[in-house]
């Protein structure tokens, strides 16, 4: 399995500018997620998704939209993007509920896209 | 779900039990605590998660206390590769959304 796989890497933007941040996992995982971390902060969730065709805002969802068609996809969509979306965003998906016992628990987080709005 | 509060970071030796503490004095009967670490940048590695009772695995331990007001995270043989932040985050299990809140936690230092 490759877990989750984030593309691109990193990603230089000019305020303004579209962009889609790609999530992919082929755990077979119901809920996928979508945090931004700032320089020396935690992660701040964004969206979040608990299966095909259902989404739902985090704690910052400002700016961004996401969709999920697919099991295994789960993009997030920059519309118009800002300096203050400068950051590094993860993507992570966990099984099935994130409470009780067994591997249920487990976010697995994807490497990063390292984004520079100028 | 309830805000815990970390000390921003700590130092332990190389060989040595590092021991990273946790408080999480408004937490509720149905919260988990859950233990993150994130190495350098890299996306966030679950370690370990309990209710009540302490926890071992193949990283560390967790130790409850009775209130369960607070717990600590037990790397009992601390090496180099150690070294990163460590994030505790209490949450209930809900029917939709998997949602963790993390803060700035702990950047525990691991000294040769």
Known sequence: NAGVTQTPKFQVLKTGQSMTLQCAQDMNHEYMSWYRQDPGMGLRLIHYSVGAGITDQGEVPNGYNVSRSTTEDFPLRLLSAAPSQTSVYFCASTRGLAGGKGSYNEQFFGPGTRLTVL | ?112
């Not at chain 2, 779900?1 to 509720?28: V, Y």
């Not at chain 2, 859950?34 to 966030?44: A, C, L, M, T």
């Not at chain 2, 029917?95 to 950047?107: I, V």
């Open chain 2, 1 to 112: 779900d309830a805000k815990t509060t970390q000390p921003p970071s700590m130092d332990c030796a190389e060989g040595r039990a590092a021991n990273l503490p946790c408080n999480h004095s408004t937490i509720s009967g149905n919260e988990y605590v859950y233990w993150y670490r994130q190495i350098h940048s890299q996306g966030p590695q679950y370690i370990i998660h309990g209710l009540k009772n302490n926890e071992t695995n193949e990283m560390a331990s967790l130790i409850i206390t009775e209130d369960r007001k607070s717990s600590t995270l037990i790397l009992p043989h601390a090496t180099l590769r150690d070294t990163a932040v460590y994030y505790c985050i209490v949450r209930a299990p809900q029917r939709t959304g998997n949602q963790f809140y993390f803060g700035t936690g702990t950047s525990l230092t691991v000294i040769p």
